[in-house]
């Protein structure tokens, strides 16, 4: 099982030194990937989570992969059904030939309907949309050519009409795309046209596990009774809400029940009311107290 780490980017806020530090320290400290999130647009003041400070996942990533050198960098979602689907494999293909192969593309489909009507998608159509649209990027990344018809011309926003047209440069391997969800479809979606499912779990599995384990059966069930080979799990936690003494047992607990991947949630205090967001330093020494606790590698 692989530890990676969640940038906090509500918590750091708007200062990009803040972002680079937390980025190189990650990899120094050893963690395996770092996942970035995605929000357009959001509604400011009141409680709308969307309205909070993200930071566009592409153009960020792009800029990690000139200051780190083997970290994964990773999508914890990006939303695609309200972009693009040209646009967004050319993003993504240029930030892995970027990073020389490092990017794990998570994807899902939302459920923020403003964001939607400000970049012109049907928000009741973004899972068959998002079906579509990941064969449409595994064709752009494989082929010089591509033919093909992402929605329907009756949708919000249209078709987009690939008529031989192809990107260059082509990434040069399949990115892997993983699917985010809890949904019945997502999970569907995960087992079949996907590498793996983004859980969002995030709570100690002593709270999840019966959930956990029975969205795994669901997903086998998706999958005609058996994982595919290969196919990765993740599972999101909060070192600052347990005791440091159980993080380790907590980590092997959830290797046990078949996560590939972890990842470190250092925002949790802002998710949960339990207390004032944290300082880059304290969610960097959080950083560096789990590493010195559970064995990264």
């Known amino acids: 099982m692989q530890i990676g780490v969640i940038l906090p980017s509500n918590e750091i806020g708007a200062d990009s030194s803040a972002v680079r530090r937390f980025a190189t320290a990650a990899e120094e400290l050893g963690f395996a990937h770092l996942v970035v999130f995605d929000h357009v647009v959001g509604r400011p003041g009141g409680d709308d989570y969307a309205g909070r400070l993200w930071r566009e996942p592409f153009v960020l990533l792009g800029h990690l992969a000139a200051l780190t050198s083997r970290i994964e960098l990773a999508t914890g979602i990006v939303i695609l059904p309200q972009r693009q689907t040209a646009l967004a494999a050319k993003q993504a293909a240029e930030v892995d030939l970027l990073s020389d192969g490092r990017l794990r593309l998570g994807l899902g489909v939302g459920w923020n309907p403003d964001e939607f009507d400000a970049l012109g998608r049907d928000f009741h159509r973004r899972g068959r949309r998002l079906d579509d649209q990941i064969d449409a990027l595994r064709d752009l990344w494989a082929n010089e050519r591509v033919h093909r018809s992402v929605g329907t011309a009756d949708e919000r926003g249209g078709a987009e009409v690939l008529d031989g047209v192809g990107l260059n440069p082509l990434p040069g391997r399949d990115i892997p795309i993983w699917i985010g969800g809890r ?43 058996e994982l595919p080979a290969g196919f990765g799990i993740e599972v999101w ?3 600052g809400r347990t005791d440091e003494a159980s993080w380790a047992d907590e980590a ?23 207390g004032p967001p944290r300082t880059l330093a304290e969610h960097l020494a959080l950083l560096e107290r789990y590493a010195a606790t559970v064995p990264l590698g």
């Open 237 to 239: 936690t909060s070192p």
């Open 183 to 225: 949904s019945a479809a997502a999970h569907r979606r995960a087992v079949t046209r996907s590498d793996g499912w983004l859980s969002n779990f995030q709570q100690h599995i002593t709270a999840d596990r019966d959930d956990f384990v029975a969205a795994k059966a669901s997903l086998a069930a998706a999958a005609g009774g």
């Open 252 to 274: 092997a607990e959830y290797a046990a029940l078949g996560v590939t991947h972890l990842s470190l949630r250092t925002d949790e205090s802002r998710q949960v009311a339990l």
